[in-house]
Structure formats: structure tokens, C-alpha cells
């Protein structure tokens, strides 16, 4: 019997969300029937194609929330498209196991009636959306304590759970009461044959000398706001040889833009938007310094960013602040921003790196080696592949038992 698995991802289409695409392609290398549910997006309109052997379906969504309610809406159809599609795909193409990928933590709701008819559901965890809501909005409303509800019932429909870093593996056994042993850690490391290093291109440091460059999401718990203080406070103490140039899309860019605008900040920091991928590796293997300011918080403290590795594995330096999961990652590859006054520190540590060259190279070379050799996407399918192998044995197990409760 051919292993037939179903995808869910909720916030991004395929294959636009790396890490599921790099999830997608490992299981199909492992020969299992691969189909994914996503939404559709900007460049990514086609209801149905057929990518490296994987059936992904895309269905509509409004425009992206950026508020509680707008967060209910958004997710509310996203549910409701999801449930009718993933009813389409079982009788169409079958499937044994449902993998949902939060945010947010309600497609265990999809999931729950296949349960009925043997189908496993594993939990990919990529955020935690307590601390999430926490970042956003800084208050324990009714909204807050939906999200922990919902996570309390997303772990306990799951029979296996994969994690991003081992912070989140606590939070699945500690907070979800999960086995340690159904709890599996499948960090988000680049992959090392299409993220590579490319030739730097001056024009894209604007004329200046150093560029600081900015990968992620454009959202509330990013910090880009704190960024922007920075780039006005390097200016302040008179350096004009620096430009600060952002890349990436989300529902907080358009603020961010005017932002910029606000504080005449337009010759020395640009925000690109989503860019094509070849264009990402130009801008930051152009970068002199790679910054990640995500603001100190609970969830920023618990979670592994994508960015950091990327910026490793390019041989970039890195400043960002002093949050245990980011510090994990990075080590000796990364200055860590404290201390009272974190804007004022956070640009001193940016401009002390582009005027120690050595230290860069040496905080770069170290950064790409621990990608090489512990970090990249390679050293994580191991944990992906052993998760699935331990849902098909809870699938053989209950059969098992089946059958033997009907031969007595």
C-alpha cells in the first residue's frame, strides 16, 4: 500500500512557503504520495497544478487580517474552503495521514472527522500563537484565551507533532501533555543546493558603502519599526555611508512604508517587497551586515527564524537581540543587542561590525559552517521522515488491534 499523505498549510501558497515546500519534496523523495491544500496568493493563482510529482490544490482567501476580526474572517474561510477541499481530495485521492501546519491552531477541525476512518493527524508547529497574540496586542483578552484553547485541542487531536526547535517541543509536552515520544523536532534549516551565495552587485547599496540587510515577514513582532529607529539613529551620529535595504511582504508593509516616508528616511532605507528568489540572493550576498530585530518577547524568545540560517549560510554577520532561540542558532555568528536603550545599542553594534572587516569575516565564516554542518535543511529530514514513520505505526497498531478484537 502506497503511504498517501495530505498537507494543510494555512498562511502561504505552495511552494512559496519554503519550509513546507522543502517538507513536500523530502516525503515525495521517500515515495509517498503527496497531495498539499494551500491558499491561493500573489503569482500563485492556479486552483490545481502538478509540481515535482506533488498535487497541490490552492483555494480562494479574502485579503490577508491584520486585526482580531480580521484574523476570524480570514481564518474562518480559509476553514471553511479547506473542509470542503480536503472531503474532495479523500475521495479522489485518498490519504492516511493530515499534516496542519499552523498559524493558526484550528485545522485539526478538518481533521477531526477523517479520525473516524483511521486517518492520523500530524501537527506541524511553527508558531506559537498564545505568545503570538501576545506579541501583537500585549493584552489576555477573550481572543488570547481562544488561542490557547484551541492550541490545548490542535495537541490534543494530534497523534504526532513536529516542532521547529526544542522550545517548542516543550511547549508540545508540557503545555500539550504529548508523549515525548510522539513529539519530533524538524527545524527549518536552508536548503543548501538553491541557497547559495552569489556574486554582490554595488548598484544595490545605493551609492553608500556598507549595506544592512533584512530578510522576513512584514508584521508587528518583526520589529521593522525598531529597524527604522535604528537607520534614523546611525544617521543622527552622521553616517551617510549606510543603507538599510528590506525584503519581504506581509500586512504590516504598508505602514511600513509610510513610515519611512514620516521620518524622511527614503535615501537611506528601502523596503522591496516579495521579491523572486534570485533577487533575495543578490541583495543579501551584497549585504555587509544581515540584522534580525525582531523585539524581545515571549514568542520571539521561543522561536527559531528562518532568516538567521539564511544569513549564515550566505557568511553574513548578524545583530540581532539577546532571545535564547536566536542565540541558539547563530552562536559566535551573531552580536547580540540589550540593554536599556536597545536602539541606540542595536545601531552601535551594526556600525562597530562594519568597521572591524575582519570580525565579519570571521563571525561569517563561522555562521556558514554551522549551516553546513549542522543547521541546513539536510540534517531535518531525518526528524520529518522518523515523525511520519511513528503516525504509520500508530496506523499499523490500531489495525493490529482491530483485527485481533474481531478474530477473538
Known amino acids: 500500500m502506497k503511504r498517501k499523505v495530505l498537507v494543510i498549510v494555512e498562511n502561504l501558497p505552495i511552494p512559496f512557503d519554503s519550509r513546507v515546500w522543502k517538507e513536500l519534496l523530502a516525503l515525495r523523495q521517500a515515495d509517498y504520495g503527496v497531495t498539499v491544500l494551500c491558499p491561493k496568493g500573489k503569482g500563485y493563482e492556479k486552483g490545481y497544478e502538478l509540481l515535482e510529482g506533488i498535487h497541490v490544490y490552492r483555494h480562494p482567501m479574502p485579503k490577508e487580517g491584520n486585526t482580531p476580526r480580521g484574523y476570524v474572517w480570514e481564518y474562518g474561510c480559509a476553514l471553511f474552503w479547506e473542509f470542503l477541499y480536503s472531503w474532495w481530495i479523500y475521495l479522489r485521492r485518498d490519504f492516511h495521514v493530515i499534516q496542519g501546519c499552523n498559524p493558526p491552531d484550528d485545522i485539526f477541525l478538518v481533521a477531526l472527522p477523517f479520525k473516524l476512518f483511521g486517518v492520523k493527524y500530524i501537527f506541524d508547529h511553527h508558531d506559537v500563537n498564545p505568545e503570538l497574540y501576545l506579541s501583537k496586542y500585549d493584552r489576555k483578552d477573550f ?13 490534543l487531536v494530534a497523534d504526532v507533532v513536529m516542532s521547529t526547535n526544542r522550545s517548542y517541543r516543550e511547549v508540545a509536552i508540557s503545555r500539550g501533555g504529548l508523549a ?109 551586515v544581515c540584522v534580525n530585530p525582531d523585539k524581545p518577547c515571549q514568542m520571539n524568545d521561543l522561536s527559531t527564524m528562518i532568516k538567521i540560517m539564511e544569513y549564515m549560510a550566505l557568511g553574513k554577520p548578524i545583530v540581532q537581540f539577546d532571545l535564547k532561540e536566536g542565540k541558539f542558532s547563530a552562536q559566535e555568528a551573531s552580536l547580540y543587542s540589550g540593554g536599556e536603550n536597545l536602539v541606540a545599542d542595536f545601531a552601535d553594534k551594526i556600525l562597530w561590525l562594519l568597521d572591524h572587516p575582519e570580525e565579519r569575516q570571521r563571525m561569517g565564516e563561522f555562521g556558514r559552517n554551522r549551516v553546513r554542518t549542522e543547521l541546513a535543511w539536510e540534517y531535518s529530514v531525518g526528524g520529518l521522515l522518523a515523525a511520519y514513520e511513528k503516525a504509520f505505526r500508530k496506523i499499523r497498531g490500531k489495525r493490529a488491534l482491530q483485527m485481533g478484537i474481531v478474530g477473538s
Open 143 to 155: 481572543f488570547y484565551k481562544a488561542q490557547l484553547f484551541l492550541e490545548k485541542l490542535t495537541f
Open 180 to 288: 515525548p515520544e510522539d513529539v519530533f523536532v524538524v527545524r527549518n534549516g536552508p536548503d543548501l543546493t538553491t541557497f547559495v551565495e552569489v556574486p554582490a552587485i554595488p548598484a544595490l547599496k545605493y551609492g553608500k558603502k556598507y549595506l544592512v540587510g533584512y530578510v522576513g515577514v512584514m508584521s508587528e513582532q518583526e520589529g521593522l519599526d525598531i529597524l527604522l529607529d535604528v537607520a534614523n539613529h546611525i544617521r543622527s551620529l552622521g553616517r551617510t555611508d549606510v543603507h538599510f535595504t528590506c525584503v519581504g511582504g506581509g500586512p504590516g508593509l504598508p505602514a511600513l512604508r509610510q513610515m519611512v516616508k514620516d521620518k524622511n528616511l527614503g535615501e537611506i532605507v528601502n523596503f522591496t517587497g516579495r521579491v523572486p528568489d534570485a533577487e533575495l540572493l543578490e541583495i543579501l550576498s551584497t549585504a555587509d
